[in-house]
């Protein structure tokens, strides 16, 4: 029997792979489509708002990666115990999406001119100064950024992390709460599992 | 109950979309609006040194949206469904960067770059937006559905600014009307636009 949930993405990270990681730490099976940019342009029209990831299940078709990574979460469980926690976790989702998601793997993967690449490390520099202060202050220090268990928020945590770490390591050390999330979360056995066996993708650095 | 208290400016702005949901819910709440010469000795008491934030018994929520969502929930407007309340969140993450543009062309101080971006914006950007939005609205005016939930009150509050630079716009959308209509005849949400603050933006 197919699985109940199906994903469509590039074949990259980035945006996509919140929600790859929440069905990974829920034990959770679905179909990880990952198209190249020539099969896109036919798909594209069939989308409910001409971009990608979307996510299919029971007929309907979701976009926006935020909201389907939510929507996995709440099907899993691991949105937050109660409503405050789900409130926290949407806070922490918020600061650190937008746009530091959007801005960090395209200086790492799709920047080659040296100019910009000046100019947007930059901004990035700005921005994960700032969202990060902004976490650690929050975070919970025991290794989760809500409650004591662990949420969607610490996997799209991990997932900027991760790219924060490859373009310039060891930041998190300036960050103890923030690094014992990411631990955290890197120790996972199925999480740990899933990074282990992803695909690289087409991207340097596998944005 | 427990006790709500919304901290924001007095503005509209980021916070009006939580003034509406509180409404709609009919839940009584502290709407604080704080003067901008209060705001350097608030802001390092706050979560994330932003505002609006909302305190529930005792607990603080940062993050505009977070806190709609949470108050969403409490007014029984998140969606019925795990998966209505994804397409209320996906339709509401769909207007994000069209309200950017919209506010990047209103906080313009150049006068002629604003008029540039204006045009950019009521003619570039706009109308693919509410064509779009046109399709994800039912004909019985909800865009979830078949009932009310905080995307129909979302989409109502951004158009609320919309409107106000560009009257027309939902001209010949009948759908997106219906929607606009309908939220305006909440009993809560009727109340509060008569008696809410009025204020530039």
Known sequence: ??????????????????????FAAAGVEYEDVRLTFEEWPPIKPTTPMGNLPILEVDGVTLSQSMSIARFVARETGLDGKNKLEKAQADAFVDELEEPLAAKLPVLLGFTTDEKEKEEKAKEVDQLIEEKLGKCEKLSGSNGYLVGNSLLWCDLVFYNIAYYIEVYKPGTLQNYPKLAKVYATVKANPRIAKWVAERPAGQYQYGV | MPAYKLTYFNVRGRGELIRLLFAAGEIPYEDVRIESDNWPELKPKTPMGQVPILEVDGEVICQSMAIARFVAREAGLLGKTHLDQARADMLLDGGIDVGKLFEEMVMEKDASKKAEKKKEFGEKTLPPFLALYEGFAGDNGYFVGYSLTWSDIAFFNMMDFITAEFPSALDGYCNLTKVIKIVKRVPGIAKWLKERPITDN
Not at chain 1, 1 to 22: H, W
């Open chain 1, 1 to 22: 029997m197919a699985p109940k949930y199906k994903l469509t993405y590039f074949d990259v990270r980035s945006r996509g792979e919140p929600t790859r990681l929440i």
